[in-house]
């Protein structure tokens, strides 16, 4: 089965003012089958929505190939915006003064379809996102909850079958966001293969089939979310409370023992090499009369923050 989409060496650079070149993509190869909700993760400046502006034929590739659902995206452009939609996060892609159903038949007139079907549509979409009740009003009016579920309504509108989602959730309440995840995994089930950019690690577990982390343009790993401690190779973790710092600096000198971070309320976490290492911790905590400690895998958000580095608020 063609995948629904493939890159090979692609490779996206800037030119500044002072002439000096910014490399946004570097040789990236990616493949995500079709029907697969796949996540794109990353720190700000990594390359994410350059991705995706690249596969939606917004920006132009500076070499290398991209492919949707056989197509590329620079000799048939025609064919691969039919086949894809793109959601984006916060207030781009609607007009204020505009109702909601407003929004949607300026977008089909865009799309080239006729108004009987644009209308049929945007009406059957406005009751799927749960705003046909507020169809007539103005978006100047929608919270921001309501406001991506529009964007996701324009992105369904010429029925697409693959998704770009960059941020769809940013923002979003706990019970609007669940609200979200819902929809894309029924429309998951309806064969639709989504490409989801977030920042959200929880969002990306519980949603994704496959997630890629890339940074400064090239890709780190791609798999599981749910197997993330593969990314770290064999490591462990322990998880342990003491009310003592004095413990910890004997604990870091044992061997197989790679790092100690310090929770809330006195609470630890080791990080171990492999299962010998394990082990050994938590033996040393029994002789130290601790007696309660949880032993488990890396999650996907710390083989982020190992894989891509503390960097703080650098972009």
Known sequence: MEPAVHTSGLRRTYTRRRRDTVVALDELTLTIAQNEIHGLLGPNGAGKTTLVKILSTVLLP?????????????TATKAVRSLVGLVLGGDRGLYDRLTARRNLLFWGALYRLDGRTARARADALLER?????????????????MRQRLHLARGLLHEPRVLFLDEPTSGLDPVAAAAFRRLVLDLRAEGRTFLLATHDMDEAAALCDRVTLIDRGRMLLTGDPARAERFLGDRECVDFAHPDPALIG????????????????????VHTADRDATRRVLGWLLDRDVLTARHGRPTLEEAYLRAVGDRGMRV
């Open 129 to 145: 996102v749960g705003l046909a009740d507020r169809a007539g009003d103005p978006v100047e009016a929608f919270s921001r909850g």
């Open 62 to 74: 500076s070499a290398g190939t991209a492919r949707v659902l056989g197509h590329d995206v620079v």
């Open 250 to 269: 004997p604990l870091e000198l044992l061997p197989g023992v790679t790092g100690v971070e310090r929770g809330d309320g006195g609470t630890w976490r």
